[in-house]
């Protein structure tokens, strides 16, 4: 940010909480594009929101926001492919690819994807966190394990999960890593041996600077989502 700039005013804002999982795939997709913009932290933790977030998304109340020229984009879905349609085209003509897959089925089939993970490994994961007793846990334990084979089925015998480049589902997915050895100790089970293709993408995902560079220590992720979901 140039000296004279009013925190915020920046042409590129990000707004986040840094264990939000969210968020990293908009830091990830940022760091991917070499796009430079200013971060502002929103500490989730005293429940108190601040201006900027009430003002920037009034309608959900919570980040991650991207802020360009003073427009709010919220959604981090939505974020991606914003960033993907205003600058992804840049970053294909200087030799990188565009985030989501050119071709539309693909395209579509990794939005599916992506809502999958929104919609059902989300929930399935908060279910887990927060069972109470054996068979309610066993429940969730093993409706995550089919959903993480059901995501490990789409990645097939592929590197990443539109074939070679590390794309739009990757992103959407990695920050999820952040909490595999959350679901391991929650549900007592080890994921190398339930997913193992799913393992072997994680490794080459984390080879990635954007990817290094923006997950967060795992423990200290753990210790802020049992303060959410209010266990031990
Ligand atoms: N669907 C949204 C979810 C964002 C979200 O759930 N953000 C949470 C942090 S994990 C938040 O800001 N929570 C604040 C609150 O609910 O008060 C996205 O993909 O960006």
Request: hydrophobic residues 40%.
């Amino acid at each position: 940010m140039a000296d004279n700039m009013v925190p915020g005013e920046s042409e590129v804002v990000f707004v986040d909480f840094w264990a939000n999982l969210f968020g990293m795939r908009v830091l990830i997709a940022l760091r991917e594009l070499g796009m430079s913009f200013e971060y502002i932290e929103e500490d989730l933790s005293i429940r108190k929101k601040s201006d900027l977030v009430l003002r920037m998304n009034p309608v959900y109340r919570m980040v991650p926001i991207l802020i360009h020229r003073g427009h709010p984009i919220c959604n981090s879905i939505n974020i991606l492919e914003y960033i993907d349609e205003v600058w992804g085209h840049r970053h294909a003509e200087a030799g990188g690819t565009q985030l989501l897959p050119a071709d539309p089925l693909e395209r579509a089939s990794a939005r599916f994807w992506a809502d999958f993970v929104d919609h059902k490994v989300f929930n399935t994961e908060m279910r887990l966190f927060k069972s109470k007793g054996d068979d309610e846990k066993e429940a969730a334990k093993g409706e995550l394990i089919r959903q993480l084979r059901q995501l490990e089925g789409a990645l097939g015998d592929k590197n990443f999960f539109s074939g070679d480049e590390f794309g739009f589902l990757d992103i959407v997915v990695i920050p999820l890593s952040s909490m595999f050895r959350a679901y391991e100790q929650q549900g007592t089970f080890d994921l190398e041996v339930e997913c193992p293709k799913l393992m072997r993408w994680e490794k080459r995902c984390k080879e990635r600077e954007s990817v290094r560079s923006t997950l967060p220590d795992e423990e200290e992720v753990y210790r802020m989502h049992k303060k959410w979901y209010g266990i031990e």
